[in-house]
């Protein structure tokens, strides 16, 4: 089992950043794909960011050169760094942990941008 708990989320003006965190609990950080999703008002959640166990890195086109996906295994911890912010960025992001057979969640932490 393992339980995530994210932070850093609150209220940016457009152009801002903000930094998230997503803290794991267990000894197996290192084995689990580690990704974000956010899930906006009336629409589907979605893939934002992911690291693989090996360290690659994936990014949805709407976040390419603005967002970053980085993970410390010593602190069992992923981190999104999130710049230039806009305020199509305004959801609820949330952590994952996944790989073949388990598939864990993160509460959420709600991200606002303002115009």
């Known amino acids: 089992q393992v339980q995530l708990v994210e932070s850093g989320g609150g209220l940016v003006q457009a152009g801002g950043s903000l930094r998230l965190s997503c803290a794991a609990s267990?000894?197996?950080?290192?084995?689990?794909?580690m990704g974000w999703y956010r899930q906006a008002p009336g629409k589907q959640r979605e893939l934002v960011a992911r690291?693989?166990?090996?360290?690659?890195?994936y990014y949805a086109d709407s976040v390419k050169g603005r967002f970053t996906i980085s993970r410390d295994n010593a602190k069992n911890t992923v981190y999104l760094q999130m710049n230039n912010l806009k305020p199509e960025d305004t959801a609820v992001y949330y952590c994952?942990?996944?790989?073949?057979?388990?598939?864990?969640w993160g509460q959420g932490t709600q991200v606002t941008v303002s115009s």
């Open positions: 690291n693989s166990r090996g360290g690659s890195t």
């Open positions: 267990g000894s197996t950080f290192s084995s689990y794909s």
């Open positions: 994952n942990a996944f790989r073949p057979g388990l598939d864990y």
